[in-house]
Nanobody, 127 residues
Framework: QVQLVESGGGLVQAGGSLRLSCAGS????????MGWFRQAPGKEREFVAA???????YYANSRKGRFTISRDNAKNTVYLQMNSLKPEDTAVYYC?????????????????????WGQGTQVTVSS
């Protein structure tokens, strides 16, 4: 059974940075596409960034340039570096893994394509 555990969330002032980590176990991590999603109170879960099995990266337009996703397959870990944080970035951030090798730019941002999810880590950005 694949398990994903996020860490690195917390409280930060606007303009600050955080790096989230997601450690995976129980599967062939290097073959997964990995994604980060977030959900703010009263809002739907939304796509943040993803990285496929060949390390191609994808971002939601509003996060491009401020967020960077990366992976270290030797550590079974995916990272989300978040810079220039804004109060509207406040949310619970979730890591997810997809076993699909056929995700495209049109589908990799869809939560329905992901098979495994972490419990989430809270990110709070104060103004």
């Amino acid at each position: 059974q694949v398990q994903l555990v996020e860490s690195g969330g917390g409280l930060v002032q606007a303009g600050g940075s955080l790096r989230l980590s997601c450690a995976g176990s129980g599967g062939t991590f290097s073959s997964f596409a990995m994604g980060w999603f977030r959900q703010a109170p009263g809002k739907e879960r939304e796509f943040v960034a993803a990285i496929n099995w060949s390390s191609n990266t994808y971002y939601a337009n509003s996060r491009k340039g401020r967020f960077t996703i990366s992976r270290d397959n030797a550590k079974n870990t995916v990272y989300l570096q978040m810079n220039s944080l804004k109060p509207e970035d406040t949310a619970v951030y979730y890591c997810a893994a997809s076993i699909s090798r056929g995700l495209t730019i049109a589908t990799i941002g869809s939560a329905n394509e992901y098979n495994y999810w972490g419990q989430g880590t809270q990110v709070t950005v104060s103004s």
